[in-house]
């Protein structure tokens, strides 16, 4: 049955490939559940899951520097509202399309319902690419955007929040339009600034989750970061913080990339090198390959399209990171990251392993945290943001890290209880969609046909 769903999801949208990706990940591991539950399949939970509430599609007209007319495609996916209002990021990327932005709205679906918070499912963003434009271009296209979307969000309806393409200067530009259309101020977007309603740790969060997330994974076998080498992927913001908080915890981070290639730093990052790196991506807005120009000890390797696989997952390490983008590891460089002894793969990334190179980790019982758990941190902390702003208060660094930090426990705990209770212990993807699944399919069957 669930093979036909799938089937139907495929002819249904047959352009949409990362969406069918994420869909048929979710409907694997849900046999067993449908098994035990026949209440979901009598509700018809699964067939109404994979069909997002609504979707909006609209034109972004605006205006370059030089007085051309540019026009951009503008996205929201409101995909699940059953626990909470619909909550997801917005991306700005070239790549970005419908069905990539579906499945990110799938993904979300379960990971908020993984982090305690009352959070439905959404995800948004846009095709236009921030890279290369000016600030005021930027500006002018996010009040452009936000000059149709500010119609189908609010503080309890949807609130996004940022990802690829999406930090902390877009998020400014998207509130301030929204505030002058609604002339309200109200939380409708998080990871805004801390002078206007954003919460401390909340850039940290997908990162600082990430890891928190492999030290759970780690006290499983009686481990723990120290000494381990651990290979990052990206140079934003998922990146930056998972390399600021694993050498925190005494790990050593060796590599970082962007879309252009890749670093190795043999003597690893450490924070002044970080703080170069931060510099570098958040206000100069330059290339990872500066900082082999300025580290000696680092290679640069630019990416070369005739190879099958990518050689930063082919270092001697322990650890892997993978917090660029999805479908960044495919089946050889899940087998090279266990040729070369890494034995801890956790995603900050959203879905960035393909289906194949997740079957080789759990083939191989390695300590695999998939993206809906490794990386709710992000999420996680936008919901914080929004109970502060609700009761118009802020609280402090040290309060907000420690309730992520416990999120995160609460997290790893949940999907390993669900994977112990359907037989397969150590299988988090198993863990993380069943027990996010049950979640919203008991919401669902409460609140009746909708
Ligand atoms: P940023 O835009 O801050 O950074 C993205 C990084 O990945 C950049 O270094 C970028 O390089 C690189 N990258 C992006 N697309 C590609 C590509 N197609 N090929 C190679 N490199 C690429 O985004 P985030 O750090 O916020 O997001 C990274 C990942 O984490 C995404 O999968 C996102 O969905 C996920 N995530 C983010 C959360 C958040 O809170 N921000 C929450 C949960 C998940 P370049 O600059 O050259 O494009």
């Avoid at 200067?169 to 301030?176: A, H, K, S, T, V």
């Avoid at 931060?278 to 990416?303: C, H, P, T, V």
């Amino acid at each position: 049955m669930l093979e036909e769903l799938y089937q139907k999801v495929v002819e249904k949208d047959p352009a949409q490939p990362e969406f069918h990706q994420a869909v048929q990940e979710v409907l694997e591991s849900l046999e067993v559940v449908l098994e035990k539950h026949p209440e979901y399949r009598k509700a018809r939970i699964p067939e109404r899951i994979v069909e997002p509430e609504r979707v909006i599609m609209f034109r972004v007209p605006w205006v370059t520097d030089d007085g051309d007319i540019q026009v951009n495609r503008g996205f929201r996916i409101e995909m699940n509202s059953a626990i909470g209002p619909y909550k997801g990021g917005l991306r700005f990327h070239p790549s970005v399309n419908l069905g990539i932005l579906k499945f990110l709205a799938f993904e979300q679906v379960f990971k908020n319902a993984l982090t305690t918070i009352p959070m439905g499912g959404g995800k948004g963003g846009s095709d236009f690419d921030p890279k290369g434009k000016s600030d005021m271009e930027v500006m002018k296209f996010c009040q452009s955007f936000m000059s149709e979307l500010f119609r189908h969000i609010g503080p309890s309806t949807d609130v996004p929040a940022g990802d690829i393409g999406v930090g902390g200067r877009e998020i400014g530009y998207l509130f301030g339009q929204y505030k002058k259309l609604r002339n309200e101020w109200s939380g409708v977007l998080t990871g805004k600034g801390l002078q206007y309603g954003g919460s401390l740790i909340r850039p940290e969060a997908t990162g600082y989750g990430a890891v928190y997330f492999g030290e759970e994974m780690l006290k499983t076998r009686g481990d723990s970061y120290d000494g381990k080498v651990c290979l990052v992927s990206g140079a934003g913001n998922v990146a930056q913080y998972t390399t600021e908080k694993i050498i925190e915890l005494g790990g050593k981070v060796v590599t970082l990339s962007d879309s252009g290639g890749y670093i190795y730093d043999e003597d690893g990052i450490d924070t002044d090198k970080l703080a170069f790196v931060m510099d570098l991506k958040n206000n100069r807005r330059g290339r990872i390959s500066e900082y082999a120009d300025k580290y000696r000890s680092a290679q640069y390797f630019a990416i070369d399209p005739e190879l099958d696989y990518n050689p930063l997952w082919d270092h001697k390490a322990d650890c892997a990171f993978p917090s660029a983008t999805q479908n960044e590891i495919n089946a050889k460089d899940a087998q090279n990251l266990i040729n070369n002894g890494v034995f801890l793969v956790s995603e900050g990334a959203n879905m960035p392993t393909v289906p194949d190179g997740v079957n080789i980790f759990i083939q191989h019982k390695i300590l695999y945290g998939p993206g809906k758990a490794a990386n709710a941190g992000g999420v996680s902390t936008s919901g914080l943001e929004m109970a502060q702003n609700a009761t118009f208060s802020s609280w402090s660094r040290k309060e907000v890290d420690t309730k992520l930090h416990n999120i995160m426990i609460s997290i790893h705990a949940q999907a390993r209880a669900a994977a112990e209770m359907y037989g397969e212990p150590d299988n988090y993807v198993l863990g993380a969609n069943a027990a996010g699944f049950s979640k919203v399919a008991d919401a669902m069957i409460a609140q009746g046909v909708v």
